[in-house]
């Protein structure tokens, strides 16, 4: 009780979710303490439902809007949550009594099954490479099992507010991320009158070790240092680059004998790791599953052979079974075949675009047709009525996860557009490791806590034990 009157306002402030970036929030609704499927892969887990519920009531009462709903048709669980939206905020007058504006809102409900080569794609941008390699947790990156790594550097904190470097290079690509890091430690090399020659990420790192005072000086950069020398070991280690660039030959172009012919190779091969392997050919599968001369069945033999267990390789047949081409809302690699002599022109236009990152995430298209007012009606239905208004504020909500590349697009569109504003989130933010072990414990409890249904692909796994 305010006996003194000392009280001079009362606010309430909805801040129920991780805000990420500017224009990028999560719910942190991660495996396995919130399962987010319920006893089939079209329904929700009961309490993850709540929380998702609570969550993105608490980002639209943060932004204070009351928008028009329109979610993906063919998602049970996105209709289910857009009702449940719409039901709150009718129910909830007063907390959704905003002003009245003329700018259009609009929450797009969108389903990770639709769109499930994003997550599964190595990424090279800052941001998201870190989180891909070794992972983003509220703001933080454990550095304990780098090599050699300082104690003052086994656990960083990466926040955009508090250290400008991460916010000035958190969408540049590796090389361009090493060149920044080169010329700010010859920055700092300068101030030490220091001749020590400094070309690679293992000549910062030595001169970092050699001259305490400039950690006292750099703040920020020597922990970018670490982590971005952390980073290109992990590229070399599990010969990232060609395993990428298989990776975007798979999202992005139709050439089936020459991705096959590349696929088996790398498979036999002792220096990719099991987890690329899979990943080749989950991708491989995705975008070749309704070919008749597809190998997917001699590619997870191949991958038997190579010495991955039948468990593993169940993941190729559990994928489709999540989200094969009869699962999807959208045809998503007709799209890149339909456009790619356009872009292919494009890119002859404004120079040669980096084969690492051709790929863009069905997002994109999605959003680029709402914008221009071209998104289906009937794929991606209002929930209350049709709006003829062209939305210049959008809400999207992933369901099993958005990705750092997604926001990155995001970014880059709010950057590049004026008068249009997009915020993106999802119950959680994935990377292939996060993605592929949610659909696969899913699957799991949908099989009563065994492995042992019968594979399209004519092997039988094992039963668990």
């Given amino acids: 009780v305010d006996e003194h009157e000392v009280v001079r306002e009362v606010q309430e402030y909805f801040a129920d979710y991780c805000a990420i970036n500017p224009d990028f929030y999560s719910l942190n609704l991660t495996y396995p303490q919130n399962p987010?499927?319920?006893?089939?892969?079209?329904?929700?887990?009961?309490?993850?439902?709540?929380?998702?519920?609570?969550?993105?009531?608490?980002?639209?009462?943060?932004?204070?809007?009351?928008?028009?709903?329109?979610?993906?048709?063919?998602?049970?669980?996105?209709?289910?949550?857009?009702?449940?939206?719409?039901?709150?905020?009718?129910?909830?007058?007063?907390?959704?009594?905003?002003r009245k504006t003329d700018i259009s809102t609009i929450l797009l409900i969108l389903d990770r099954r639709n769109d499930p080569v994003t997550p599964l794609l190595s990424q090279w941008t800052y941001?998201?490479?870190?989180?891909?390699?070794?992972?983003?947790q509220n703001g933080?990156?454990?550095?304990?099992?780098?090599?050699?790594?300082?104690?003052?550097?086994?656990?960083?904190?990466?926040?955009?507010?508090?250290?400008?470097?991460?916010?000035?290079?958190?969408?540049?690509?590796?090389?361009?991320?090493?060149?920044?890091?080169?010329?700010?430690?010859?920055?700092?090399?300068?101030?030490?009158?220091?001749?020590?020659?400094?070309?690679?990420?293992?000549?910062?790192?030595?001169?970092?070790?050699?001259?305490?005072?400039?950690?006292?000086?750099?703040?920020?950069?020597?922990?970018?240092?670490?982590?971005?020398?952390?980073?290109?070991?992990?590229?070399?280690?599990?010969?990232?680059?060609?395993?990428?660039?298989?990776?975007?030959?798979?999202?992005?172009n139709e050439q089936h004998?020459?991705?096959?012919?590349?696929?088996?190779?790398?498979?036999?091969?002792?220096?990719?790791?099991?987890?690329?392997?899979?990943?080749?050919?989950?991708?491989?599968?995705?975008?070749?599953?309704?070919?008749?001369?597809?190998a997917i069945k001699s590619l997870v033999g191949l991958l038997h052979r190579s010495g991955i267990s039948e468990q593993k390789t169940m993941l190729i047949d559990t994928m489709l079974e999540y989200a094969g081409a009869d699962k999807r809302q959208d045809d998503l690699f007709a799209n890149e075949g339909f456009l790619a002599s356009a872009r292919s022109a494009l890119r002859g236009l404004q120079g040669v675009e980096n084969v690492y990152t051709m790929h863009t995430p069905h997002l994109a298209q999605t959003l680029e047709l709402m914008i221009k007012g071209k998104l289906k009606d009937t794929s991606y239905p209002f929930l209350d009525g049709v709006t003829k208004d062209r939305p210049q504020d959008i809400i999207i909500f992933m369901i099993g996860g958005a990705t750092y590349e997604e926001a990155k697009y995001v970014a880059e569109l709010n950057a590049s557009t004026p008068g249009i504003r997009v915020v993106l989130g999802g119950t959680a933010v994935h990377n292939s490791a996060s993605f592929l072990n949610e659909v696969q414990e899913a699957f799991r409890r949908f099989s009563g806590g065994s492995s042992s249904r019968p594979s399209r692909f004519g092997q039988q796994p094992r039963t668990r034990v």
């Fill in 257 to 294: 004998n020459n991705d096959l012919k590349h696929l088996q190779r790398l498979i036999t091969s002792s220096h990719i790791s099991e987890t690329s392997k899979i990943r080749l050919v989950l991708l491989y599968a995705l975008r070749y599953e309704k070919a008749q001369n597809n």
């Fill in 36 to 98: 987010l499927y319920g006893d089939s892969p079209t329904s929700w887990d009961g309490r993850t439902f709540s929380r998702t519920l609570e969550g993105l009531l608490s980002v639209l009462l943060s932004l204070k809007k009351k928008p028009s709903i329109r979610y993906e048709k063919m998602s049970v669980m996105a209709k289910k949550l857009a009702q449940e939206i719409n039901y709150q905020m009718q129910q909830e007058g007063q907390l959704f009594d905003f």
């Fill in 140 to 252: 933080r990156v454990d550095l304990s099992d780098v090599p050699d790594i300082r104690a003052e550097l086994r656990e960083i904190v990466l926040s955009r507010d508090q250290d400008p470097f991460y916010r000035k290079n958190l969408y540049l690509n590796l090389g361009d991320l090493g060149a920044n890091i080169r010329s700010y430690v010859q920055e700092y090399q300068t101030r030490t009158q220091s001749n020590m020659n400094i070309e690679s990420i293992a000549d910062m790192r030595r001169f970092v070790e050699e001259y305490p005072e400039f950690r006292k000086l750099s703040g920020n950069v020597t922990k970018h240092v670490a982590l971005v020398g952390e980073l290109s070991r992990l590229v070399e280690k599990e010969k990232l680059l060609e395993v990428s660039e298989l990776e975007q030959s798979l999202a992005c």
């Fill in 127 to 136: 941001q998201a490479m870190v989180h891909e390699l070794l992972g983003i």
